[in-house]
């Protein structure tokens, strides 16, 4: 089964969309770069908006991770 990590808080919505599409969504809010590298490994994708930085560290620990979507508008958290 495919899993993504919302790491950011996004409209409840976002959780019933990929849940209605078959793909396990959990929500982890407020997770320290080394708590999201602890977990990350176990994730198909990431959904943030911009607390969440998606450092190198983050993505080297990401051994699974396909895609990673940013809710709202620029890039300078990945």
Same mark, same amino acid.
């Given at each position: 089964m495919?899993?993504v990590?919302?790491?950011?808080?996004l409209d409840?919505?976002?959780k019933?969309?990929?849940?209605?599409?078959g793909i396990?969504?959990?929500?982890?809010?407020?997770l320290?770069?080394?708590?999201l590298?602890?977990?990350?490994?176990?994730y198909?994708g990431?959904?943030?908006?911009s607390a969440t930085?998606?450092t190198?560290?983050v993505?080297?620990?990401?051994?699974k991770? &396909?895609?990673?979507? &940013?809710?709202?508008?620029?890039?300078?958290?990945?």
């Amino acid at each position: 089964m495919t899993k993504v990590l919302i790491a950011d808080k996004l409209d409840p919505r976002a959780k019933e969309v990929f849940d209605n599409r078959g793909i396990e969504a959990d929500v982890k809010i407020g997770l320290s770069e080394d708590e999201l590298i602890a977990c990350i490994g176990e994730y198909d994708g990431l959904a943030v908006r911009s607390a969440t930085k998606a450092t190198a560290k983050v993505l080297e620990a990401a051994e699974k991770l &396909r895609v990673v979507g &940013r809710a709202g508008i620029g890039v300078d958290n990945l």
